[in-house]
């Protein structure tokens, strides 16, 4: 593994492993766009295990929700001999910087981002963590860290990545020319994949039915029927319209996504046909994604070792950059040196 240092600009993005499987939105929504990215860019991809325990969590599952989240990036194409793969709590840097950016971001900022009041809702803000306050603040540190262009993320967190802007800008102003001004790369076609069963709402962990949501882990038949179960509505045309066809749209989408054929081709070649042969053979379509999918990830979680070496050769190409870039801020603040 090489960790010569490259001229590419650098690509960054995390995932929570707050699951024991992605599911289609993840993947269709955003990590499909993670494996593109690695042949111009130098990219940096981590699991956000700090993220994930800013919510209640089950502690004996974090570890292997770590482990199989990695497996999964490296079987959808994330290769690690060109990306940096690691975990976020192997780096200390990103709780260090986001200590820092806490000092910088208000109060009121914070309790603005939507996704903090969403998910604070549920059991009043009150008992929310102050983890989950400060959960866009350590994101900001993630990206901040590496100095990226791009970060390939789904249209939800759009938000936290203008913060993370602002942040950026506030420190750059305050002490001297720091960060980069990272841009979102957000995938405008697929950045939004629907519930099969409530076609109003995202495809999410935390929202779906389970026959709302495909995991990619899940049995390839149980995803099957769950596409051929789908709710859809009673006209029987298929046509792309969001507003009057969710549930048909939502489908033509994540057809579109895997098999790389344009809304209108696939439009045009189900005209006068049914719901029943179009349903049939996305079915199919996803079984032939999903099913190589999980015989990969099985394959890579089958030698434990290789994947600890992966996510320690990623850690140390992460922490070449993050610790260089942690220093100048640690000097720009004013802290004391510490004497080698
Ligand atoms: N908040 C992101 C999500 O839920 C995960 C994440 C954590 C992330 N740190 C990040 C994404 C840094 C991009 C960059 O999807």
Redesign the pocket.
């Known amino acids: 593994m090489s960790s010569a240092p490259t001229a590419l600009p650098r690509v960054?993005?995390?995932?929570?492993p707050t699951a024991d499987s992605f599911h289609f939105g993840?993947y269709l929504g955003?990590l499909r766009q993670w494996v593109s990215f690695q042949d111009d860019f130098e990219p940096f991809f981590?699991i956000?295990d700090l993220?994930a325990i800013s919510v209640s969590h089950d502690p004996k599952k974090l570890a292997d929700r770590t482990l199989v989240s990695a497996a999964q990036l490296i079987a959808m194409g994330i290769d690690p001999e060109r990306s940096a793969i690691f975990a976020?709590s192997h780096l200390p840097e990103h709780a260090e910087l986001a200590w820092i950016l806490n000092s910088l971001t208000s109060f009121g900022e914070a309790r603005r981002m939507t996704?903090f009041k969403d998910k604070s809702a549920k059991d009043g803000e009150g008992s929310a963590s102050i983890g989950l306050l400060t959960?866009?603040i350590?994101?900001a540190a993630?990206?901040l860290l590496y100095r990226p262009q791009y970060?390939?993320?789904?249209e939800?967190?759009r938000q936290?990545?203008e913060l993370?802007r602002d942040l950026a800008q506030r420190f750059n102003h305050r002490y001297k020319k720091t960060f980069r001004l990272p841009e979102p790369y957000i995938l405008k076609s697929t950045a939004k994949i629907l519930d099969l069963q409530q076609p109003s709402n995202k495809m999410s962990k935390s929202g779906s039915s389970p026959n709302g949501i495909i995991d990619l882990l899940d049995d390839p038949a149980v995803s099957a029927k769950k596409i051929r179960t789908a709710v859809t509505d009673s006209d029987s045309v298929v046509r792309f319209d969001e507003a009057e066809k969710p549930g048909v749209s939502n489908l033509l989408t994540i057809y579109s996504a895997l098999t790389g054929r344009t809304i209108e081709e696939l439009v045009a070649s189900y005209d006068g046909r049914g719901y029943g042969d179009f349903k049939a053979d996305l079915a199919e379509v996803v079984v032939d994604f999903v099913t190589p999918f999980r015989d990969r990830t099985r394959e890579l979680l089958d030698d434990r070792a290789e994947l600890d070496a992966v996510l320690k050769g990623g850690a140390e190409r992460a922490r070449e950059v993050a610790s260089r870039t942690l220093a100048d801020v640690y000097e720009r603040v004013g802290f004391l040196r510490a004497q080698a």
């Open positions: 960054l993005s995390g995932i929570q993840n955003a981590f956000a993220h976020q996704q959960y866009p350590l994101q993630d990206i970060v390939p993320v789904g939800d967190q936290h990545l993370t």
